[in-house]
């Protein structure tokens, strides 16, 4: 099993700046792919950017130009670094892993999420 622990959320100001963490623990060698999400009330989850392990990113519809994503793998940590915030980024920030031996066989964990709010 996998555990996630997102951190890094809060409040900032239009136009400013936040990393968010994802620490992961337990069967951190099994991870194949990780990926941050945000949900806003009442609307589906949206993938934002994904890493692989080999570190191979792709950027998603509005994360593209103003997020990057990263990783440190000997903190078994994935970052997500957003740039040029506005008020529609508020939300709440997930982010998942796909683990296993193959992704069709990869089982998904989330972490708990982490509140973003974009605001003056």
């Given at each position: 099993?996998?555990?996630?622990?997102?951190?890094?959320?809060?409040?900032?100001?239009?136009?400013?700046?936040?990393?968010?963490?994802?620490?992961?623990?337990?069967?951190?060698?099994?991870?194949?792919?990780?990926?941050?999400?945000?949900?806003?009330?009442?609307?589906?989850?949206?993938?934002?950017?994904?890493?692989?392990?080999?570190?191979?990113t792709n950027l998603e519809g509005s994360?593209?130009?103003?997020?990057?994503?990263?990783?440190?793998?000997?903190?078994?940590?994935?970052?997500?670094?957003?740039?040029?915030?506005?008020?529609?980024?508020?939300?709440?920030?997930?982010?998942?892993?796909?683990?296993?031996?193959?992704?069709?066989?990869?089982?998904?964990?989330?972490?708990?999420?982490?509140?973003?709010?974009?605001?003056?």
């Amino acid at each position: 099993q996998v555990q996630l622990v997102e951190s890094g959320g809060g409040l900032v100001q239009p136009g400013g700046s936040l990393r968010l963490s994802c620490a992961a623990s337990g069967s951190t060698a099994d991870i194949l792919v990780t990926g941050w999400y945000r949900q806003v009330p009442g609307k589906e989850r949206d993938l934002l950017a994904t890493i692989s392990r080999s570190g191979r990113t792709n950027l998603e519809g509005s994360a593209k130009g103003r997020f990057t994503v990263s990783k440190d793998n000997a903190k078994n940590t994935v970052y997500l670094q957003m740039n040029s915030l506005k008020p529609e980024d508020t939300a709440v920030y997930y982010c998942s892993v796909l683990s296993g031996t193959d992704l069709e066989t990869a089982v998904v964990y989330w972490g708990q999420g982490t509140q973003v709010t974009v605001s003056s």
